[in-house]
């Protein structure tokens, strides 16, 4: 692209955005929404009180109303290693799941409830 296609493109862009801002500007809606918040940051000033406050007037019970202030991401437990030795050859696997190529191998070759039985506690 030349660039005085790219700068035209981008004047046509800036226009149709000044021209979206304008309409926006005109939005009764957007303007007592705008009015809304402000009054509420005044309230909230006036009576040192944050958003949290707030939340937590409007919704004492947070738990019960299905509404999460933060989502606290869910830990899984860490995977214990597991160790298997095989009584013919002696070898040992040791692994955090069952996805192990050596694994597969043995339980396709001795059967999964054998190999799980060689498992070391």
Not at 9 to 37: H, P, R, T, V, Y
Not at 48 to 74: F, H, M, V, W
Not at 89 to 98: C, N, Q, R
């Amino acid at each position: 692209m030349s660039r005085l296609a790219e700068f035209r493109a981008a004047e046509k862009a800036l226009q149709e955005q000044l021209a979206q801002l304008e309409s926006l500007k005109n939005d009764a809606g957007l303007k007592k929404e705008i009015e809304f918040e402000e009054k509420l940051q005044g309230l909230m000033k006036t009576y040192g009180k944050s958003l949290r406050d707030i939340i937590a007037i409007l919704d004492p019970n947070p738990g019960k109303s299905g509404i999460q202030l933060t989502a606290a991401p869910k830990q899984r437990r860490a995977r214990v290693v597991k160790v298997y030795q095989n009584p013919h050859t002696g070898e040992l696997i040791e692994t955090k799941g069952g996805n192990h190529r050596g694994l597969k191998a043995w339980k396709e070759e001795y059967g999964a409830s054998t190999v799980d039985s060689w498992l070391r506690g």
